[in-house]
Each structure stands twice: as structure tokens, then as C-alpha cells.
């Protein structure tokens, strides 16, 4: 049976992935109480003998739960992860974020990998991470690896449009393998299915899936996260006059003091077009004044449920926290349809090397003594 950990699990997007793809989930660490509190309401039953370690992962000894989890042999098959990004936002100015303190935690992640000695390691982040003032950060994680005995492989920037899902979410993945196992015949990273930058430019970009449309059906009875901000007069009215299927701040007639000066986000207070690719599904995701995050067609912004179906979530998944910390781990969850797509790639590799190594030990144990 193969196995993973998942590390900075969120809300567990990632974990669900991995289940999906029929991987046990051995352990997960989250330090954010929200985002535990919904990662144990919805893996305690699906997964009864998984640790879930909601501390900061900062005060762990990695040493110490490899040898909790695994005893003093690990046998860790996949490593997940996603760091907290805000350090390598592009949203930051000049050199902003070279020194964030959450830049060291893609470091404090590859303590785990050495701890836990994974077969196979995932991590994923934002495209940010990738820009030139972060370079020695990224460096020193490659210099890690390959001192670890692992073969990192470099970055790639995917864009989950590109394999059917209905969202435009760049995001960068980091793949290792551990010295000795070989991607043989499975390539990296996959194979997009869903188009291309040219397909995009030359005719409109509907291909097997239909948009976001399915986000947008009625929520099932009682559904908790069912929910959305409310808004105050103005806000009403200037969503009443924005078109259905588009529109923005320009044309809602939404102006402020600010704008005076510059001509702000153009996509701020604009509708979802559910015929295409949502935007990408951020923190702020359910506050209409963060991006195109407004209802198609109702005076509001989007429900935690609508945004969490954009991120490929099941309506039975449901967010714990209230509404602010509800659309925080929805945004910065993995779309779980995405993951699943990437292990389940990469499974065969997997169980290749689990199959050949389980052969050997029996083999070995036939001989003569």
C-alpha cells in the first residue's frame, strides 16, 4: 500500500488528491487552527489512523515524527506540500518578501524530506517563487537536495486551465526523487491536454469541459458553506448595473476616492463569465473588492461553496471557521482534481519500485539458507 505525508496540508487539497488516487495519508501538519479544524472534520473518518500535528511546524523534530510515523525505517512513498507563499507573492513591490520569514519554510519542508527520506517529493508554490530576487533561496533548496541524494528536478509552471480545470491558476511544482528511483518512461510534467498559448489566442477557449458553469447550481440543502459577504447599499447597486457574465468597476459605475490618482485593478467588482476559465480562486475570494469574484449573475459576491467547487472540492467537504477563514483555505488549497491529475501521473512510478522492491524481499527470502 503506498503512502504519503502531507505538510502545510490547508484545508487538505492535496491530502484528498493523494486518496483519491489511493494513497494513505500517514500524516499531516497545519499550524492554522481554522484550516485544521476543517482538515480533521473531514479526514477523521476517511482516514481513522492519520496524524494530523496542528502546531507550528517550526517547533517539530522531523527526526522524531518520522520514527512516530514510520518507526526507525521510514518508508515514506510520496511527500506533499505547498509552504505558505506570501513570502514570493508577485503582489509584493521591489525586494519586498527576500526576507520573509515564510521563505524559510520551503527549507524547514526539505528538513522533512531528509527526515522522512520519501521516495518520490511534490511541493508546489507560486510562480513568484521563481522571480530573481528569490534565486538564493532556491538555490539553497536545489544544493539541499542534491545533498541529500536526490534528483530535483527544475521547476515547472502549470497552469491548471491547461489539463480541464475550469480555473486560470499558475502554480509552480517542484518534483524530487530520491537517487536510485527513475522516471523511466513517465515524463515531466505531464503532457497538457486542454490547449495551448497559441489555441488560446486564436479561438475561444472551451474544449472538453464547459467553464465554471457547474459551480454555479443551487447548493444542496443546509449546506454551510452555502454562504457569502454581505453588502452595503452602494455595492448592491453597482452590481445591479454590471452586466451578467463579465463587467467590472469600470462599467458598474464604482468609483473612489483612490481612483483619482490611479485606475485601480480593472477586474475588482467585476462578474465571473461562467462560459470560460474562472480567475484564479485567491484568499480573498469571496470579496468582490479582490478581483472578479462577483456572482454571474446575482448582486452578490461568490459563496465558500461556489469558489470551493471552482477548486474542484466535493460539496460533501465542508470548511470550518466562518466565512473570512472559510474562503482563506479554499483559495489557498491545491484544486484537488488538479493533484489528483499530477499523482496520479506519477503513480505508476510508485508502484513500479513497490512492486520490484516487495519482489526482491520475497525472492530473498525463498533462497536456501
Excluded at 469541459?209 to 443551487?218: T, V
Amino acid at each position: 500500500m503506498l503512502n504519503c505525508i502531507d505538510l502545510f496540508a490547508g484545508a487538505g487539497g492535496f491530502s484528498l488528491a493523494a486518496r483519491n488516487a489511493g494513497l494513505t495519508i500517514k500524516l499531516a501538519v497545519e499550524h492554522n487552527k481554522s484550516a485544521a479544524s476543517t482538515y480533521r472534520k473531514n479526514f477523521a473518518a476517511l482516514e481513522p489512523k492519520l496524524v494530523l500535528r496542528d502546531e507550528d511546524i517550526r517547533t517539530l523534530s522531523p527526526v522524531k515524527l518520522a520514527r512516530e510515523i514510520f518507526g526507525r525505517n521510514p518508508s515514506c512513498d510520496l511527500l506533499l506540500g505547498g509552504p505558505p507563499c506570501q513570502g514570493f507573492s508577485t503582489h509584493r513591490l521591489n525586494d519586498a518578501g527576500v526576507t520573509d520569514d515564510r521563505n524559510d519554510l520551503i527549507h524547514i519542508y526539505f528538513d522533512f524530506v531528509r527526515a522522512f527520506s520519501p521516495r518520490v517529493f511534490l511541493m508546489e508554490n507560486v510562480p513568484g517563487m521563481l522571480w530573481p530576487r528569490h534565486k538564493a533561496a532556491l538555490d539553497r533548496f536545489y544544493s539541499k537536495g542534491n545533498e541529500s541524494g536526490y534528483e530535483v528536478f527544475e521547476p515547472v509552471v502549470l497552469d491548471a486551465r491547461d489539463y480541464g480545470i475550469a480555473q486560470r491558476r499558475k502554480r509552480v511544482f517542484i518534483l524530487g526523487l530520491r537517487r536510485g528511483e527513475e522516471l523511466g518512461k513517465i515524463a515531466w510534467p505531464p503532457k497538457q491536454t486542454h490547449g495551448s498559448e497559441v489555441l488560446r489566442r486564436t479561438e475561444p477557449y472551451l474544449k472538453s469541459w464547459i467553464g465554471c458553469q457547474s459551480a454555479f447550481l443551487p447548493a444542496n440543502a443546509g449546506d454551510p458553506n452555502d454562504i457569502h459577504m454581505r453588502h452595503g447599499p452602494e455595492l448592491l447597486e453597482a452590481f445591479e448595473n454590471t452586466p451578467a457574465n463579465g463587467g467590472s468597476r469600470h462599467v458598474s459605475g464604482r468609483t473612489l476616492n483612490c481612483h483619482a490618482d490611479h485606475d485601480g485593478h480593472n477586474d475588482v467588482y467585476g462578474r465571473i463569465d461562467p462560459s470560460k476559465p474562472a480567475p484564479t480562486m485567491t484568499t480573498a475570494c469571496i470579496n468582490p473588492s479582490k478581483g472578479r469574484f462577483v456572482h454571474p449573475t446575482l448582486h452578490h459576491g461568490i459563496t465558500v461553496r461556489q469558489a470551493a467547487r471552482i477548486q474542484t472540492f466535493p460539496d460533501n467537504f465542508v470548511f470550518e471557521g466562518g466565512l473570512m477563514a472559510a474562503g482563506e483555505q479554499v483559495g489557498n488549497a491545491v484544486p484537488v482534481a488538479f493533484a489528483q491529475l499530477l499523482i496520479e501521473h506519477l503513480k505508476p512510478l510508485l508502484g513500479a519500485r513497490k512492486e520490484s522492491t516487495e519482489a526482491r524481499k520475497a525472492a530473498r527470502q525463498r533462497e536456501p539458507a
